[in-house]
């Protein structure tokens, strides 16, 4: 290189890392620290990347792992409208057993007339598993004819009756009455759930809950963040919505670019390589 450029290149690192040394603000925004603390919770142990929580700070995984662990020592997974106990996470086999939180009391009753909530892309359901489907505000006249009219329970829904039917592992839109008259019900939910072992009542098998593997989008950056930084961590800039890789408490030295979190000194010029 001409020495000129040299020079050049050595005060644009300079300037650069003043730059940031005056402008990166000192407070905990920058620090990318405790990512090698795990998540316990009740039953739950050792829980690291890609999930989050308790110990672990948000920025140590993607936002779909966000853990937190409620007053009886239950972890909390939320995705969108619902929130699901974890009741068994194995890191080997990526695969947790989830529950809905709103049938945690042993009811089949719920207010959230809601289906899955996960992402279908992270979050794969084992397909072995059985379907619940609830139906919900059904035309009378139509469940007579079908033969379901066994298979109902009645919700006190503050201070209101409401009548539930439900179907285990058949689509209820497709079963048919004598009278070739479909189920007409203003809506409908599907639950998974495990193959019943016992006679537990439908409460207790919505409780149970099902098994999801879980699948890390960004596992090819995390390889590679592992592979060029022993000892760094994966995690997560939210913001950029885009996995970074983390060393000592910052950025890793290299290309990365973060709108949240800045590369502070000692300084590499992240267009050098
Ligand atoms: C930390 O700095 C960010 C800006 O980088 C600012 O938005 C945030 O309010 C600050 N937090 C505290 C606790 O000072
Ligand atoms: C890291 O953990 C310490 C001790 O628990 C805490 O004081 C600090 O705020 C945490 N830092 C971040 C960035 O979460
Ligand atoms: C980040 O916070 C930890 C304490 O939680 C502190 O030991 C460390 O020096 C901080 N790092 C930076 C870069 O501010
Ligand atoms: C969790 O980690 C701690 C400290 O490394 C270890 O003593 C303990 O046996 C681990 N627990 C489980 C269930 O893996
Ligand atoms: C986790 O999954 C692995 C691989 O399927 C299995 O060998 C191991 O026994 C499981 N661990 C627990 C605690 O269930
Ligand atoms: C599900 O996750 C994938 C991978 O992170 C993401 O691309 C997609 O936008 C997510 N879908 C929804 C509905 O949030
Ligand atoms: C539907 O039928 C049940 C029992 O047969 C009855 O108790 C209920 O009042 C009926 N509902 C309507 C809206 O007709
Ligand atoms: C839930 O999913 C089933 C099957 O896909 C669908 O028929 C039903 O309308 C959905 N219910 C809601 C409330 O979105
Ligand atoms: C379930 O079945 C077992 C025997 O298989 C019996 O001992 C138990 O009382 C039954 N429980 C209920 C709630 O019916």
Redesign the pocket.
Same mark, same amino acid.
């Given at each position: 290189m001409h020495p000129l450029a040299t020079t050049t290149s050595f005060l644009l690192t300079l300037l650069f890392c003043l730059h940031l040394t005056t402008s990166a603000p000192s407070n905990d925004s920058n620090n990318l620290s405790n990512c090698s603390q795990t998540f316990s919770c009740g039953t739950l142990k050792n829980v690291t990347y890609p999930f989050t929580g308790g110990l672990r700070p948000s920025h140590c995984g993607p936002p779909e792992f966000g853990l937190t662990c409620d007053a009886d020592s239950v972890t909390i997974l939320k995705a969108n409208s619902l929130s699901y106990r974890v009741t068994h996470l194995n890191h080997t086999s990526q695969t947790l057993r989830l529950s809905r939180s709103d049938f945690h009391d042993n009811s089949p009753c719920t207010l959230e007339? @809601?289906?899955n909530t996960l992402n279908n892309s992270i979050f794969l359901i084992d397909p072995t598993l059985e379907t619940l489907s609830l139906l919900y505000n059904c035309d009378n006249n139509s469940i007579s004819s079908s033969g379901l009219t066994n298979n109902r329970f009645s919700c006190d829904i503050n201070g209101d009756t409401e009548e539930v039917f439900y179907v285990i592992n058949s689509n209820p839109y497709n079963l048919y009455s004598t009278r070739w008259r479909k189920i007409e019900c203003k @809506?409908?939910?599907?639950v998974p759930i495990l193959p019943r072992t016992s006679n537990g009542s439908l409460g207790e098998v919505l409780k149970e809950g099902f098994d999801v593997s879980y699948i890390d989008p960004y596992s090819a950056d995390c390889t590679r963040c592992y592979k060029k930084h022993p000892g760094g961590y994966c995690g997560f800039d939210a913001q950029l919505g885009k996995p970074i890789c983390i060393c000592n408490d910052q950025l890793c030295p290299g290309k990365q670019k973060s709108l949240v979190f800045k590369n502070l000194c000692p300084c590499e010029p992240y267009w050098g390589n």
């Open positions: 007339h @809601t289906n @809506t409908s939910i599907q």
